[in-house]
T-cell receptor, first 115, second 110 residues
């Protein structure tokens, strides 16, 4: 069974469209994250939710809106997609917020291409 | 400014050889340091995690060291295998902050 699953794996869309990426974890973790990995392979944290509450919100355009319906799910909705949004987006989960000796488990990533 | 820098950017070694990857950081106040392995097209997988009081941690052929005074860490890989070819990412955490290095791309050749 996949611990952290993201859908879709690939997403190709036109500039200006709105799209969502879904993430689910079956590990019983309290904390979930979204990361963006750009073409230079640099991972940057975007958001972190702990028990459905937003904990970390890095400098991300407000076109990106995370939604956590329950602590097992953290979805990412992106409005008015731009070329610079093209990247691989990773979802992750951990037993509790980073800062203690926890381990993050990452999904396989969603490769977003904006044309 | 909290930053994590890794070196070298890329490394090519022959199968069976050892190698050491470096990570320097300025993240403060320090909470923990992790090394991840990321295979091409996959998500990162945790290798080791160390807190302030730990200066070495092993996971099979991977050994991480931490010098909290100089704010440096290294990941040593012994007897490399072809499957070690991947990116290795250093991640340093403070309270409510987590900084990722850009990674070292390791290629192991037969």
């Amino acid at each position: 069974d996949t611990a952290v699953s993201q859908t879709p794996k690939y997403l190709v869309t036109q500039m200006g469209n709105d799209k969502s990426i879904k993430c689910e974890q079956n590990l019983g973790h309290d904390t979930m994250y979204w990361y963006k990995q750009d073409s230079k392979k640099f991972l940057k944290i975007m958001f972190s939710y702990n028990n459905k509450e937003l904990i970390i919100n890095e400098t991300v355009p407000n076109r990106f809106s995370p939604k956590s319906p329950d602590k097992a799910h953290l979805n990412l909705h992106i409005n008015s997609l731009e070329l610079g949004d093209s990247a691989v987006y990773f979802c992750a989960s951990s037993p509790w917020l980073a800062g203690s000796k926890n381990i993050q488990y990452f999904g396989a990533g969603t490769r977003l291409s904006v044309l | 400014k909290n930053q994590v820098e890794q070196s070298p950017q890329s490394l090519i070694i022959l199968e069976g050889k050892n190698c050491t990857l470096q990570c320097n950081y300025t993240v403060s106040p320090f909470s923990n340091l992790r090394w991840y392995k990321q295979d091409t097209g996959r998500g990162p997988v945790s290798l080791t995690i160390m807190t302030f009081s730990e200066n070495t941690k092993s996971n099979g052929r991977y050994t991480a060291t931490l010098d909290a005074d100089t704010k440096q860490s290294s990941l040593h890989i012994t007897a490399s295998q072809l499957s070690d070819s991947a990116s290795y990412i250093c991640v340093v955490s403070a309270i409510n902050d987590m900084r990722f290095g850009a990674g070292t791309r390791l290629t192991v050749k037969p």
